[in-house]
């Protein structure tokens, strides 16, 4: 393949760490990849607007992006006991009418939370404020916002912050549905062709399972790109984040995915999927 695969993904531990070996070449007969970090908000606007061969994006964006790009069936993060937190400064906070920060109101995070208030939030919450992820627990903290949705590492270091967790909305949707908490996606544009879009999946799933084989290896990217976190923290977060499901999403995964999105366009939060939209396209021959 003569041109580098344009590809964006965050500098979050996870996404660093399945992406190590093919980022660095050490996935035989993987295509180049020309990489772009961003963080997951940034990613969803730019799978919108079509600017990149592959991205990670938050689940909750693929209905208005997957007429251009189709769902790679690994790479993402889906899992259980790993879903947004509603943080607030004091336990039993009353969240009707408040202010909330969320980080992206494309986010998978924000869908779920959604979800959850419809049900759990008399009258509905006020305001939501969209803020980097990173900036949330602070604006918490500082009393700017009355609670904020966190994501990512946020779920071992909120009490470093003073804040309580209000609510997991992985757990109201584990105990909904019984199924995994969809979180990000790893989406490619399918004008790429059926079998470069097999040859990208099979990279992305054979880079997953080097980084398993020897965790060591992504260790300098993985630190390199983490914002200062702790070394402990970032092997948490892959820990939590990095599963089966990121290497085949497998039947419960496209449940999950599906599941998800069926109920949103039910409330209305988001446009219906088409019936074969979360197809993998096959490679002919």
Known sequence: MPKAIK??????PNDTFVFDAWAHGRVPG?????????DIDLTNGMAERGEFDVLKVSYAVLPWVLDEYAL???GGALGRGCGPLVLTREPGTELTGKTIAVPGERSTAYLLF?????????GGVGRIVVLPFHEIMPAVRDGKVDAGLV???ARFTYQDYGLHCLADMGEHWESATGLPIPLGAIIARRSLGAQT???LADSARASVRMAWDDP????PYVLQHAQEMDP???????GLYVNEFTADLGPDGYAAVRGLLTRAAAEGLVPPLGRDALAFPEASG
Do not use: N
């Not at 402990?232 to 892959?238: F, L, N, S």
């Open 7 to 12: 590809i964006a993904y965050s500098p979050c």
């Open 232 to 238: 402990k923290v970032a092997d948490q977060h892959i």
């Open 197 to 199: 879009l097999r040859l």
């Open 114 to 122: 959604r979800l959850w208030a419809a049900e759990r939030v008399p």
């Open 72 to 74: 790679l069936p690994c």
């Open 216 to 219: 060591a290896a992504s260790r």
């Open 151 to 153: 994501i990512h590492e």
């Open 30 to 38: 993987a295509p180049k990849l020309d990489v772009t970090f961003a």
